[in-house]
């Protein structure tokens, strides 16, 4: 089924350590977002990427980076996660029109 | 600046009857609007689009939208609710500027809706 794939769907982390989340896309778009979800802020967008090889920074980028070494892998790294970066993070992909969206990675970092 | 807004929290309707989710928006140049919905634990899946033509925009699981452009407003409406229409509602809007190769996109907080039986 063509889409996007999360992973982990949900993780517990230690202040302090380094976590990468999975974002892949079979869908060939050039676009791709992260954001994350928290309740009364709606969606947030922390990095961006509009093709291969390229990245660009959102609203809440401190603390998070990104790489786009091909087309459909978009993966987002905590050097070292605090709690504050607790939080449902959702990959997102588009060709200008409307976003695709994965289901969504649910980080809980104590 | 763009920015979207969902002036309600909450929004509860008996079911059978119409709903309305609320969304205006603020942009420069014209707006490229969408809704989507998040059902508990699962990503948002896409609604219904408006960009050009026909202000009454027609959309999966037969929602639909209203453009209006004088009111800055996007409202997503149905005739009928049912229950399992009870779910977290956004608004969005595309970015007018092609920063960096891409549009970005820029999100309500969400109004969630509860159809009561």
């Known amino acids: 089924i063509a889409g996007i794939t999360q992973a982990p769907t949900s993780q517990i982390l230690a202040a302090g350590r380094r976590m990468t989340l999975r974002c892949t896309q079979d869908m060939r778009h050039n676009a791709m977002y992260w954001y994350r979800q928290d309740l009364g802020l709606g969606l947030r967008l922390i990095h961006y990427?509009?093709?291969?090889?390229?990245?660009g920074k959102g609203e809440v980028p401190d603390g998070y980076s990104v790489s786009r070494a091909n087309t459909d892998d978009f993966p987002l790294t905590l050097a070292s996660a605090v709690p504050s970066q607790t939080s449902v993070y959702f990959c997102a992909s588009s060709n200008t029109g409307e976003l695709f969206f994965g289901e969504g990675s649910r980080l809980t970092v104590l | 600046a763009q920015s979207v807004a969902q002036p309600e929290d909450q929004v509860n309707v008996a079911e059978g009857n119409p709903l309305t989710v609320k969304c205006t928006y603020s942009v420069s140049g014209n707006p490229y609007l969408f809704w989507y919905v998040q059902y508990p634990n699962r990503g948002l899946q896409f609604l219904l689009k408006?960009?050009?033509?026909?202000?009454l925009v027609k959309g999966s699981y037969g929602f639909e939208a209203e453009f209006n452009k004088s009111q800055t407003s996007f409202h997503l409406k149905k005739p009928s609710a049912l229950v399992s229409d009870s779910a977290l509602y956004f608004c969005a809007v595309r970015d007018s500027y092609y920063l960096s190769g891409t549009y970005k996109y820029i999100f309500g907080t969400g109004t969630r809706l509860k159809v009561l039986a």
């Open positions: 990427s509009n093709t291969a090889g390229t990245t």
């Open positions: 408006y960009i050009t033509g026909d202000n």
